[in-house]
C-alpha cells in the first residue's frame, strides 16, 4: 500500500487505453497504462468507502 499525493489520468487515442500517473508522497512517480474497463472499475473502487488494495 502507498500513501498517494495526487494523480494525473489521460486517455491514449492511439492505444485505446487510459494512462495513469500516481505521484506517491515517497518516492518516484508511477505510470500504469490499463484499459478503459479496468480505469472504471478501479473508479469504482476508489469511490467506496472501503479500503481497497490496488494490484501495482
Same mark, same amino acid.
Given at each position: 500500500? %502507498? @500513501?498517494?499525493? +495526487?494523480?494525473?489520468?489521460?486517455?491514449? +487515442?492511439?492505444?485505446?487505453?487510459?494512462a495513469?500517473? %500516481?505521484?506517491?508522497?515517497?518516492?518516484?512517480? %508511477?505510470?500504469?497504462?490499463?484499459? %478503459?474497463? $479496468? @480505469? @472504471?472499475?478501479?473508479?469504482?473502487?476508489?469511490q467506496?468507502?472501503?479500503?481497497? $488494495?490496488?494490484?501495482?
Amino acid at each position: 500500500m %502507498i @500513501a498517494v499525493k +495526487d494523480w494525473t489520468c489521460v486517455m491514449s +487515442d492511439e492505444l485505446g487505453r487510459v494512462a495513469v500517473t %500516481i505521484n506517491p508522497t515517497e518516492g518516484e512517480p %508511477i505510470l500504469i497504462l490499463m484499459t %478503459i474497463f $479496468q @480505469a @472504471a472499475k478501479m473508479g469504482r473502487e476508489l469511490q467506496s468507502p472501503k479500503r481497497t $488494495q490496488l494490484p501495482i
